[in-house]
Nanobody
Framework: QVQLVESGGGLVQAGGSLRLSCAASERTFSSSMMAWFRQAPGKEREPVAAINWSGIITYYADSVKGRFTISRDNAKTTVYLQMTSLKPEDTAVYYC???????????????WGQGTQVTVSS
């Protein structure tokens, strides 16, 4: 059973920054595509960013391009999401995910973390 544990969420003012971390328990972390999703109150879950197994290839939702950066440290089995220039509309629960079920980068994933709350005040 793969376990994913997110951390780093919190309350920040608009224009501020946060770095989220997701620690994975799986031994095969270094070969897994990883992704971040988010879900705001009353809205559907949406993709934020994804990163391939080596960390060389990254993907971003249009809404966060240029502001968020996804990265990974395979030695630490951890994936990060550096968020800058935060906006109130970035407020959501952020989820880490591992192993896409299909070939779609922003499709469904096999494993999910419990989520971490990010709140951006105006």
């Amino acid at each position: 059973q793969v376990q994913l544990v997110e951390s780093g969420g919190g309350l920040v003012q608009a224009g501020g920054s946060l770095r989220l971390s997701c620690a994975a328990s799986e031994r095969t972390f270094s070969s897994s595509m990883m992704a971040w999703f988010r879900q705001a109150p009353g809205k559907e879950r949406e993709p934020v960013a994804a990163i391939n197994w080596s960390g060389i290839i990254t993907y971003y939702a249009d809404s966060v391009k240029g502001r968020f950066t996804i990265s990974r440290d395979n030695a630490k089995t951890t994936v990060y999401l550096q968020m800058t220039s935060l906006k109130p509309e970035d407020t959501a629960v952020y989820y880490c995910a591992s192993n896409p079920k299909t070939g779609l980068v922003f499709g469904d994933y096999d494993y999910w973390g419990q989520g971490t709350q990010v709140t951006v005040s105006s």
